[in-house]
């Protein structure tokens, strides 16, 4: 079953428990997929199904601030055989190789490093766990995860929110050819920047390469 589907036989009150449980888990560091949950409720609040976006993005954000202050206080009790013990469990996620970038991102860019993981999947998941194993300061942390949260489940809510509200709008004015061009422009927009990125990802890691090397 769709996730969107499952959220569609849940009432709206628990629809928002839900997604700040499992925003807050995979912010905990537990590879769940939060932002697939979110961009799903967020576009049956544009369905008038009940859900207050406002609302909803709000519980998206207390789960990802809060999931993400206690992943670094297990982080920084359990220090790296904890990373050890979640590279066993979730070889996938914890592996060396992305604990290796991940800890080079994080001591490059530092507080900019959980701001701006909260918008990466794999960082996402790293950010709370890592900080603390690296003993970042709470209060930058802090600072960071909050303003990052914000950011992130507040934006999703919205520009989710309002594209549902003109695709919808398009369907009573316009075909599906129309539609589907829309949507095929803007995958595509999405694929470019993504390799973008993961180009950009992949020449700091050669960068850094030698560096370690040496080291």
Same mark, same amino acid.
């Given at each position: 079953?769709? !996730?969107?589907?499952?959220?569609?036989?849940?009432?709206?009150?628990?629809?928002?428990?839900?997604?700040?449980?499992?925003?807050?888990?995979?912010?905990?560091?537990?590879?769940?997929?939060?932002?697939?949950?979110?961009?799903?409720?967020?576009?049956?609040?544009?369905?008038?199904?009940?859900?207050? *976006? !406002?609302?909803?993005?709000?519980?998206?954000?207390?789960?990802?601030?809060?999931?993400?202050?206690?992943?670094?206080?297990?982080?920084?009790?359990?220090?790296? *055989?904890?990373?050890?013990?979640?590279?066993?469990?979730? *070889?996938?996620?914890?592996?060396?190789?992305?604990?290796?970038?991940?800890?080079?991102?994080?001591? $490059?860019?530092?507080?900019?490093?959980?701001?701006?993981?909260?918008?990466?999947?794999?960082?996402?998941?790293?950010?709370?766990?890592?900080?603390?194993?690296?003993?970042?300061?709470?209060? $930058?942390?802090?600072?960071?995860?909050?303003?990052?949260?914000?950011?992130?489940?507040?934006?999703?809510?919205?520009?989710?929110?309002?594209?549902?509200?003109?695709?919808?709008?398009?369907?009573?004015?316009?075909?599906?050819?129309?539609?589907?061009?829309?949507?095929?422009?803007?995958?595509?927009?999405?694929?470019?920047?993504?390799?973008?990125?993961?180009?950009?990802?992949?020449?700091?890691?050669?960068?850094?390469? *030698?560096?370690?090397?040496?080291?």
């Amino acid at each position: 079953m769709h !996730v969107q589907e499952w959220l569609d036989t849940v009432p709206a009150a628990a629809v928002y428990a839900v997604v700040a449980l499992v925003i807050g888990l995979e912010s905990l560091g537990i590879p769940l997929p939060g932002e697939i949950i979110l961009v799903s409720a967020a576009l049956m609040s544009s369905q008038h199904s009940g859900i207050n *976006p !406002v609302v909803l993005g709000a519980c998206a954000t207390a789960g990802a601030v809060i999931g993400d202050s206690i992943g670094y206080a297990i982080g920084r009790k359990g220090g790296r *055989p904890l990373l050890a013990w979640l590279g066993n469990k979730f *070889p996938r996620h914890f592996s060396e190789g992305h604990v290796a970038t991940a800890e080079r991102s994080f001591e $490059k860019w530092g507080m900019w490093a959980v701001f701006f993981g909260r918008f990466i999947a794999l960082l996402r998941i790293f950010a709370g766990p890592l900080a603390g194993v690296l003993h970042m300061p709470y209060w $930058k942390f802090l600072i960071a995860n909050v303003l990052g949260g914000i950011c992130w489940a507040g934006g999703t809510t919205a520009a989710v929110y309002y594209v549902g509200v003109v695709a919808e709008g398009w369907l009573k004015k316009f075909s599906y050819v129309g539609l589907a061009a829309a949507v095929v422009i803007g995958v595509a927009t999405m694929l470019i920047i993504k390799r973008k990125a993961k180009k950009a990802q992949q020449e700091a890691d050669r960068a850094a390469e *030698p560096v370690s090397a040496g080291e």
